[in-house]
DNA sequence: GTAGGGTTAG
């Protein structure tokens, strides 16, 4: 009010002379400033300079305009200087080169110069907040931009739109979604502009939360508010992440109608969405379509292509952006390094003139190139080759380490890598290789190992994830622990074929044949299609509860419902349950139908039913077929050898373990371990290499003792032939496995199960002492071996006396 | 008339 009065005044008073002349000087500045102004938007900083320089007079508007040309080309210290000298300095001049610092990622600088400009009493304001909103968005400085929006908060700047548009995009950045959504959800709803809603939608599209971006676009066209070409470009990819191709063809539609369908952006994210809906076909013809040739929109079509298996294509259109004289960038090479990754080993040719490409080029250096590399050398196997580009690259990041840790034949190796990375430090998991992490725990059995990622990735802020959550349960159920295992199942929002599967043959596994088939009819209620694995858990579940109709009506129905065909180990299920319910003459009628060549495992499950039903014949046939097809494996010799025993035939027997000798063949050594406190303690029979082998071994004496009084029988022929009664006795007392219990016993604290892992089958005595054990001490004890788990609680084990 | 806020390709 006051102002206007003033203004109001002075226009009323008759001008001086001297007022007309410094109008006209005025004006003269005014149109020089100008002239400064678009100089330095065209990015003419040189001449933009000279212009500066020769100005007789300079007012705020010069001197600010002369630091933006400076801040905004990236030359910062000539900013600062100009800054320096500027004699009228405002909020303006701070915040030039403040927004300069922040567009140049200059974090330190920025945020020292925003601390510093309050020190010098001088109040930022919403343009301030915005810049380095925008700095900690695109750094991902969380605290950073949390503690400016404290700022904002205390100072009111909150209900500025810019300012929450800032942070709304920080939040959703920093992938902090809840936090933007609750700020976009509490700000009145007039309030919101076309780049609020594309912020709250790129949020949501960015994090893979992509039927929330959907809904997004849908509220924001109903509110009123246009979408333009920056938020097509962001509602697209969520239609795309779960092959919307519906909706995708509506916002295809609007944007048609929009006039922006010529625009870059829009017109590569359309050509990606169809794409990733699979249809290739529209997304071809867009691209021929295309005015100009966009590189962006021709390596979306190479990776989709490379993604739905079409290697072909994706390699013709790769030769086609040559032929154009296309400038072929960073992102068109890892697509095509691809295609290598799983292709034959004739393309390796290709491969190979592809990297020369990439050397001659000069792209080795981009990281994106490098990481491609590290991945299809690994996923070849080459290792040797993948740490080579590995070692060579400077900045290393979460991708390059995946590429090698997935790659990795070896599960250990993998683990290590993945311990190496953390420790390298600035580098946290992502989902890709949480994933990966969590299956190579679960190979290699290491609960403590997979809870401690589980941890960790639920620290990390990422969102739910289908290919997490799958391996969670698998990891969890392959470490026998199915309550965790279930609590994943249950708070997973979608589940997929992997998901059910993994609970089936979960439970399975450990011996709760009943959940198994209970959850096989619940995926089914859920319409979702069994596959081959399913049938592996179904029949291997069946076969251990000895479900005989059950067994026989779900191999049926795999071939006539679902068209799979059986194969061995499918086989190898029904054959075990026929041996072990009695019908010998059933499971070698099985065996002589087979319509796929029996493996491994069928002759291993023949071989257990001749033993058990004294079936010499087929069992010499079981047996020496498995010599063939294992020569290393001692089990066909020790079991034959058996066979001949129980039959009277002694020297056949002496004979084939003089064979077996000849051979050099062995029996692998029993092992059991347990995990504890991030360390493994492995146990092999009658080892005495434990740091606390005195205290485990007068355990497992006190553990011999009070199960006796309880009832239990050392079976000795489960011990070494050449001993007397008591020397058969103290061996059977330490085998691997009772070392290891007595040792969780006396380290695992009292109520937490023990969870010991063996190496082969589960000897027959250590089963019975471990159902005692189990009662006397009243402890779950977890036993996992070749075969299946043993969760023994109060006298009995899960696996129904059956393994 | 000078300063801030949203976009595509692995």
Known sequence: MLRLKFRNCRLTSTPSRNYIHSNAVRSNLHSTNLKLGDLSKSGRVEEARQ?????????????????????????????????????????????????????????D????????????????????????LKMCASLGLLQRGEQIHGCTVKTAFDSDVGVVNGLIDMYGQCRRVSEAEYIFKTMPGERRNNVTWTSMLTGYSRNGFAYKAIECFRDMRR?????????????????????????????????????????????????????????????????????????????????ECVREGFKEEALSLFRRMHERDMKIDEFTLPSVLNCFASSRTEMMKIASSVHCLIVKTGYGSYKLVSNALVDMYAKRGTMDSALKVFERMIEKDVVSWTALITGNGSYEEALKLFCKMRAEGGISPDQMVTASVLSASAELTLLEFGQQVHCNHIKSGFPASLSVDNSLVSMYTKCGSLEDAEAVFSSMETKDLITWTALIVGYAKNGKAKDSLEAYKLMIDNGVRPDYITFIGLLFACSHAGL??????????????????????????????????????????????????????????????????????????AAKTLMELEPNNAVPYVLLSNMYSAAGRQE??????????????????????????????SFMSEDRRHQRMV????????????????????????????????????????????LAVAFGLLAVPDGAPI???????????????????????????????SNCFHHFRDGSCSCGDYW
């Not at 300079?58 to 905004?72: C, G, L, P, Q, R």
């Not at 020292?112 to 380095?132: A, D, I, K």
């Not at 205290?695 to 079976?715: F, H, Q, T, W």
């Not at 002492?769 to 071996?785: C, Q």
Request: hydrophobic share 35%.
């Open 755 to 785: 969870r010991i892992i063996k190496n082969l089958r589960v000897c027959g005595d250590c089963h019975s002492a471990m159902k005692y054990i189990s009662r006397v001490y009243s402890r779950h004890i977890i036993l996992r071996d």
């Open 548 to 621: 005989t109709e059950e067994a026989q009506r779900y191999f049926e129905s795999m071939r006539t419902v679902y068209r799979i065909t059986p194969g061995p180990e499918h086989y190898a299920c029904l054959i075990d349950l026929y041996g072990r319910s009695g019908d010998f003459a059933k499971a070698e009628e099985l065996l002589n139908q087979m319509e796929v060549e029996p493996d491994a495992t069928v002759w291993k499950a023949i071989l257990a039913a001749s033993r058990k039903h004294g079936k010499i014949e087929t069992g010499e046939r």
């Open 695 to 738: 205290e485990i071994y007068s355990k497992v004496d006190e553990m011999m003792l009070l199960i006796r009084e309880a009832g239990y029988e050392p079976d000795v022929s489960f011990a070494l032939h050449d001993l007397d009664k008591e020397g058969k006795e103290l061996g059977l007392a330490y085998h691997s496995e009772k």
């Open 109 to 132: 600088e920025a945020l020292s110069l925003f601390w510093e400009m309050q020190l010098q009493g001088r109040s930022f304001n919403e343009y301030t907040l915005g810049s380095v």
């Open 223 to 303: 509110e009123g508010t246009q979408p333009n070409q920056f938020t097509f470009p962001s509602v697209l990819p969520a239609c795309g992440a779960v092959c919307a191709r519906r909706v995708g063809v509506q916002v295809h539609g609007c944007i048609v109608k929009s006039g922006f369908k010529t625009n870059i952006f829009v017109q590569s994210a359309v050509i990606a969405m169809y794409a990733k809906c699979r249809d290739l076909e529209t997304a071809r013809a867009l691209l021929q379509d295309m005015e100009v040739d966009d590189v962006v929109s021709w390596n979306s079509l190479v990776v």
């Open 51 to 107: 212009l500066f320089d020769k100005m007789p007079e300079k007012d705020e508007y010069t001197w600010n305009t002369m630091i933006v040309a400076y801040s905004s080309s990236g030359r910062l210290s000539d900013a600062k200087e100009l800054f320096r000298r500027n004699p009228v300095k405002n909020t303006i001049s701070w915040n030039a080169l403040i927004s300069g610092h922040c567009k140049n990622r200059s974090k």
């Open 652 to 681: 056949e027997a002496a004979n084939l373990r003089r064979l077996m000798k000849s051979r050099n063949i062995s029996k692998e050594p029993g092992c059991s371990w347990v995990e504890g406190r991030g360390r493994v303690h």
